[in-house]
């Protein structure tokens, strides 16, 4: 072999594939949260359509932007810095395009099953159990494809960005398996094997990693590889770069139960998360200021280039919501701020501001590079930044300003320490109008997307050819290349042969072999040891707790189905104004039985937990034929369709074997005379609302099951 | 392995503070999911407590200066024949 030449082609193709992915599933996913941002001002744009509720389509919005937008965005980085950082093509082909498509796939099956209601009901990991492990697949492919780039590199040091993606890669692999694992009640339905705090400390520990992992570190590498290229100036300081990294990785992972506080949560497991997340604000502030002042000597470039002003306010954002999430999660803080739109400001500061800004930055730094063209327009992309920007302070002032509001009024009380605002529905009409301009700062956001498409049809309608493979010549340093790896990328070879020298170069390979076996192993053991202690149940002394019955269990699934945790919560806190407003406060006992639990984590409308017997049934077939005959105001969708569809009554046995594998005591006979025992009690509630309001003909509809759901919430308190 | 990482949680902490009343420690600890986050988490830490040892041990950060010129150095205009 020619030790002092090589001939590389970097695969671009892949990368411009990722990229226009990224473009078109972050327009789509933006729309969406339009849409729903338009319904919360006016909810006739729910349409009174399933497909168009707003508990289903929040699902999809938030599964869209993270996953689909920034998710590909990430590839786009990752694919593209990652040849040229370690001086080689990308591992296989093979695994990019199945990444590529598979992704994508995935990405298509949540756009389906999300409106359609199939949802785990877990903020984030929503997708149900064979799309969870269609992105297991996939994510360990990508996996591998990245090990194996890194093992035929032609550099020796590994620049700090690559430690950045790794990172991820590990991390978000761990935390997607641990969270889903659920047992399913059939094709599209699944239940997860941790109940109530259980199942919230999890979910919390996977939903603020997966923040960590998948919407932070990696756009840090890509900041550390995009903004030192784009401003032609070595990062500030590349040894912060490494203590930025490596203090980011050790805390972030402790800090999750920050957002379960005041909850039924142990106290000195949120004291624990409550360390780590002001720990974390020295790492992420050490890592935005190596990002500003990577610009020093520079900042005249700023002044002229649509990409630098992209990456400073970018990394500002990331100062910004990093200096905020510190501060929300100060548990007195966060006492005010939990359940409120402060949360959404905070969030999409970060969304809109990090991870659409550096997204945004590197596809302009990019269309020049990936099509050999220049950009169509620099007024464009500095409109695009104008329009963007101004979007995010509506989208974040209206946010904040409606947060802080609806919290204080819900803690208002007169003195003799009665509620102020006892009726919910006050603190909701006062933040109408911050609803109103978020929605308007979303479309100039989306109008700065629409005229960063036009820009980039435009430069590459420009460019002259869409050219070859790019041709690199690299020196190849004193690293040897294994020959048999080598063979795996350089020459056209059938699937089969490609398999058996992937073996051979992973055998000859002890540390990643090592680690390959090592997370197999623990996957493999998780999966048995993980139902067996969790099928215990706890029963508290003195209490005993009744598992749903099949009528109630049915309502919950309708629950989940139309994601009203998307808007309520159930958890009253221990806090005085709460149990005021809501009742007792919310014991560990009483969510035994719940998978998944449904604390929520925004109260858009009022605590549920305890409305169980607060209404007469007839109150909430009105309220769920239109909410605004028992509730004017409201702003919550009609679901009509609850009134007219037909009750499921056939898939009962199998849930309630699904629940039994998960440890609810369902008796074998409870579950073979399931189906009678649901006609039963339908009819039972049938009655009730024919006695109460003269409604007929309801007892085989799927209001009757969420009635009886929702009439027995909270019911266990009481006894 | 779970159940022997709960105990062994359980027993250090007994030990630690004296005349503590081994049940109501148990008590404490009473959010089983929290040992598998736990052993995941600790886990995940071993990996890159694994990772950051190769790293300084194979030279990756020997040179702190360099690397983020090279960055700059290897743009592949240059490189483009």
Redesign the interface.
């Given at each position: 072999m020619n030790r002092s030449n090589d001939t590389v082609f970097y695969d671009d193709k892949i990368v411009r594939a990722f990229l226009w992915a990224t473009m078109i599933w972050g327009l789509i996913g933006m729309v969406v949260g339009l849409l729903i941002a338009a319904q919360l001002y006016y909810p006739a744009l729910n349409f009174g359509i399933p497909i168009l509720s707003f508990g289903r389509l929040r699902a999809l919005h938030t599964n869209a932007v993270i996953f689909a937008f920034a998710g590909n965005a990430i590839f786009t980085a990752v694919y593209y810095s990652t040849q040229r950082l370690l001086r080689t093509r990308m591992f296989s082909d093979f695994m990019g395009w199945f990444h590529f498509w598979g992704w994508q796939l995935i990405i298509l099956a949540a756009a389906l099953t999300l409106p359609l209601g199939f949802s785990q009901s877990k903020e984030y990991a929503e997708l149900e159990w064979p799309i969870d492990i269609a992105i297991a697949i996939v994510w360990v492919v990508f996996a591998v494809n990245f090990i194996m780039t890194m093992k035929i590199r032609r550099e020796r040091h590994l620049y700090v960005a690559l430690w950045f993606y790794l990172a991820s890669i590990i991390a978000i692999a761990m935390l997607h398996i641990v969270n889903n694992i659920s047992i399913p009640a059939s094709w599209l339905v699944s239940y997860p094997v941790y109940a109530g705090a259980q199942d919230a400390l999890v979910q919390w520990w996977y939903g603020h990693n997966a923040v960590g992992f998948f919407l932070t570190t990696p756009f840090l590498g890509l900041m550390y590889y995009f903004l030192p290229k784009a401003a032609n100036r070595p990062v500030f300081s590349y040894r912060l770069s490494i203590i930025h990294f490596w203090s980011l990785v050790f805390i972030y992972i402790w800090a999750g139960p920050h957002h379960l506080y005041y909850s039924a949560l142990p106290e000195w497991l949120q004291s624990v998360g409550m360390v780590f997340s002001i720990m974390l604000w020295a790492p992420s502030w050490g890592g935005m200021l190596n990002g500003l002042y990577t610009l020093r000597g520079a900042w005249h470039k700023v002044r002229e280039e649509p990409i630098l002003k992209f990456f400073v306010l970018g990394v500002t954002a990331y100062g910004m919501s990093t200096f905020e999430g510190p501060l929300l999660s100060i548990k007195a803080v966060n006492k005010l701020s939990h359940f409120t739109d402060w949360t959404v400001a905070h969030v999409h500061v970060g969304a809109l501001g990090w991870v659409g800004f550096m997204t945004f930055g590197m596809i302009y730094y990019l269309i020049p590079k990936l099509w050999k063209t220049t950009l169509y327009s620099k007024t464009l992309a500095n409109a695009h930044f104008g329009m963007a920007t101004i979007g995010i302070i509506l989208y974040a002032v209206s946010m904040w300003a409606s947060g802080i509001t609806q919290g204080l009024m819900w803690f208002a009380t007169k003195a003799d320490g009665t509620l102020l605002y006892p009726d919910f529905m006050e603190t909701v009409i006062a933040i109408k109008p911050a609803f109103a301009i978020r929605a308007i700062g979303g479309v100039l956001y989306i109008a700065g997307l629409l005229v960063m498409f036009y820009n980039m049809f435009k430069s590459i309608h420009r460019a002259a050819i869409v050219e070859p493979e790019q041709l690199t010549i690299a020196r190849l340093n004193e690293i040897p290349v294994e020959s048999e790896v080598q063979s795996l990328v350089s020459e056209p070879i059938s699937f089969k042969i490609f398999l058996k020298r992937l073996h051979t170069a992973i055998e000859g390979w002890p540390l990643v072999f090592t680690a390959l076996s090592a997370a197999a192993l623990m996957v493999g053991g998780m999966v048995q040891i993980i139902p067996m202690i969790l099928t215990e149940v706890k029963v508290p002394r003195g209490v005993s707790v009744q598992p749903y019955t099949p009528l109630e269990l049915a309502g919950r699934g309708i629950y989940l189905r139309e994601g009203c945790y998307n808007c309520h919560s159930q958890q009253v806190r221990p806090i005085v104004e709460e149990t005021a407003r809501y009742g007792p406060i919310s014991r560990a006992h009483e969510y035994m039985y719940d998978h998944p639990f449904q604390w929520g984590s925004k109260r858009t409308g009022p605590d549920l937990h305890r409305v169980g017997g607060k209404y007469p049934d007839l109150w909430h077939f009105r309220h769920m034929q239109d909410p605004r005959t028992t509730s004017p105001e409201s702003i919550m969708p009609t679901y009509g369709w609850l009134l007219t569809s037909s009750l499921d009554f056939n898939s009962i046995s199998a849930q309630m074997k699904a629940m039994q594998r998960v440890g609810v005591p369902y008796k074998t006979s409870d579950i073979h005379d399931s189906k009678e025992k649901m006609k039963a009690q339908a009819v039972e509630v049938a009655e009730r609302l024919k006695e109460q309001g003269g409604i007929e003909n309801v007892a085989d509809k799927e209001i009757v099951a969420l009635i009886a759901y929702l009439q027995r919430l909270g019911r266990e308190a009481s006894k | 392995?779970?159940?022997l990482i709960c105990a062994l949680g359980q027993a250090s902490i007994a030990s630690k503070s004296d005349g503590a009343n081994l049940i109501d420690l148990i008590k404490?600890?009473?959010?089983?999911?929290?040992f598998?986050?736990l052993t995941?988490?600790l886990?995940?830490?071993a990996?890159?407590v694994g990772?950051?040892i190769?790293?300084a041990s194979s030279g990756?950060?020997d040179?702190?200066?360099t690397?983020?010129?090279?960055?700059?150095w290897?743009s592949?205009d240059e490189?483009?024949?």
């Open positions: - | 392995m779970t159940r404490i600890i009473s959010i089983e999911s929290f598998i986050i995941v988490s886990f995940m830490s990996v890159f990772l950051f190769w790293g990756q950060w040179d702190s200066k690397p983020a010129h090279r960055l700059l290897e592949e490189s483009i024949q």
